[in-house]
């Protein structure tokens, strides 16, 4: 980690590159998390429905859901998402390069590894992540506008209108506070354990699998950690 | 330092390494001079691959000296160990192409990383030459999953030698490869010698690559080397660790 911060801020950034590792961690999650992102969104809104008309308060529907969305939902969605399959990707890629000497070959030709490679990656998943985590959160609340729509014949203006009501700068800051906190979890724990990796296949796969548990823990810790210090900031 | 042809190119003496308790490294010492094709000969395990990164400074021995071009190399700094390893082509036993490439990415590379400005022309002549060189011009826009092993090794060796080298080292080049690629690779290696006036060490345990490219050959034998000189030299002896390294090869 510390390797990381003195290399990266060595010589020139690998621009093109982290470019194209940004289109790659997009490329990679973007179905899925438009298709979790929906269907959370969605369903989080048809399940919530019942117990507010209790109180005859389903108009309070949009912004209970849009604040669910934006202050817990659209970061753990995007970041489990994002850890499963940008994480062990990442540790896959990373780890056969080291097993298969790619990553030696790179050193004795006179090539920075860790700068090309692991610098790049970290980059790349601190700027996408939380690009991603706001798209999901966006399409969250498209799965809860259509089922709002359906059931009670809300407006689009009107859903946006009471949706963002409620939600707040301290809001918006956290859930990007989230996003580069995992982002930059993911990339590091996995640029890791590939750039660590053991020799043999197992090494690989070890690398993979690893990167996942471990990012995954760490952004368990990280989520209770900021929404700790948002709530401290909310009173 | 003045270098003249008889100051080692390449001079490691007691040298030591070992990981944890397996003592890979005990004592030793060879010396390379200026266009010479040194073969290195010894079983798996020996730790003939250990030798070479510890020349290019992939590991660092734990007692010794291991000088390359006059300079001690765990000494260097990063500058200057890259100032070195620019000079120095590194043939790896499974070629360590890299695979999300193509060839002829794989081969610019190295190229524009360490040579700043170079036109788009200069980089296709430079990649064109080498690839002629090893003889696969027509693998240009393949990708390694694509090439047979013998290519993949000549393409790694390639990639090598686009950065000019003064010294080769190649691990176990003709590994596991069927006969004919291997004479082939064999004479890539004699061709690389004389065109691009290398210094070479050539690890491998196949005793025809070593008598064909081999100027001489060194035998490593449990962790120092136990005998030089010609190949006949080498063999021409009672003792029963190097005689039966060449029988075993002769049977096989
Ligand atoms: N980085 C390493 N860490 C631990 N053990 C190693 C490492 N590199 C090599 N070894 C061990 O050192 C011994 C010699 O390896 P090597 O030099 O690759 O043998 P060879 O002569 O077949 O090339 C082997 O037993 C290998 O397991
Ligand atoms: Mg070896």
Redesign the interface.
């Known amino acids: 980690m510390g390797k990381f911060f003195r290399e990266a801020f060595k010589g020139r950034m690998e621009v093109q590159e982290i470019i194209k590792q940004c289109y790659a961690i997009g490329n990679k999650s973007l179905v899925l998390i438009s298709l979790t992102g929906f269907i959370t969104g969605m369903v989080f809104t048809k399940q919530s429905r019942p117990s507010l008309a209790e109180f005859g308060a389903t108009s309070w529907l949009p912004s209970l859901v849009s604040i669910a969305v934006i202050r817990a939902l659209a970061a753990l969605v995007t970041a489990l998402i994002s850890a499963g399959k940008v994480g062990s990707s990442i540790g896959a890629e990373l780890g056969s390069?080291r097993v298969?000497?790619?990553i030696?070959?790179m050193?004795?030709?006179?090539?920075n590894p860790f700068k090309?490679l692991v610098v790049t990656r970290v980059v790349a998943a601190t700027i996408t992540i939380p690009v991603l985590m706001s798209y999901c959160g966006m399409v969250g609340l498209m799965g809860a506008y259509l089922n709002v729509a359906l059931n009670e014949g809300t407006s689009l203006q009107t859903f946006i209108q009471k949706a963002f009501e409620q939600i707040t700068f301290l809001d918006i800051g956290t859930s990007l506070v989230k996003g580069i906190a995992y982002g930059f979890t993911i990339g590091i724990v996995g640029c890791y354990q590939g750039y660590n990796a053991k020799k043999g296949t197992e090494g690989v796969g070890r690398a993979a699998n690893s990167s996942v548990v471990i990012s995954m823990f760490l952004i368990f810790i990280e989520e209770v950690i900021i929404v700790q210090i948002s709530n401290y900031f909310r009173v | 330092m003045k270098e003249t042809n008889q100051e080692p190119i390449i001079h490691i003496k007691d040298l030591y390494k070992s990981f944890g308790d397996l003592d890979v490294l005990r004592g030793a010492s060879l010396d390379v001079f200026r266009g010479e094709n040194v073969v290195v000969l010894g079983r798996s395990g020996t730790g003939k691959s250990v030798l070479i990164?510890i020349l290019?400074g992939?590991l660092t021995q734990d007692r010794g000296t291991a000088q390359v071009l006059g300079k001690e190399v765990a000494t260097l700094t990063e500058k200057e160990l890259?100032?070195l390893?620019?000079k120095?082509g590194?043939s790896?036993?499974?070629s360590?192409?890299?695979?999300s490439m193509t060839v002829r990415e794989n081969l610019e590379?190295?190229l524009v990383?360490?040579i700043a400005n170079l036109t788009r022309g200069q980089i296709d002549k430079e990649v064109e030459t080498v690839l002629d060189a090893v003889g696969l011009l027509q693998t240009i826009n393949q990708v390694p999953s694509e090439l047979s092993g013998g290519q993949r090794k000549r393409i790694g060796i390639a990639?090598?030698l686009i950065?000019r080298p003064e010294i080769m080292l190649y691990d176990e080049p003709t590994a596991g490869l069927d006969p004919i690629t291997c004479l082939e690779i064999n004479e890539l290696i004699n061709e690389v010698k004389e065109k691009y006036k290398t210094t070479s060490i050539i690890i491998t345990h196949d005793l025809t690559c070593a008598k064909v490219t081999g100027d001489r050959i060194a035998m490593l034998l449990d962790g120092s080397f136990v005998r030089q000189g010609s190949f006949e030299e080498v063999f021409d002896t009672s003792e029963e660790r190097i005689k039966s390294f060449f029988d075993y090869n002769f049977i096989q």
């Open positions: 390069m298969t000497e790619q030696d070959a050193e004795v030709s006179a090539i090309y | 990164k290019v992939l890259r100032d390893r620019l120095i590194f790896f036993q499974n360590a192409l890299y695979d590379f190295p990383r360490n990639r090598t950065l």
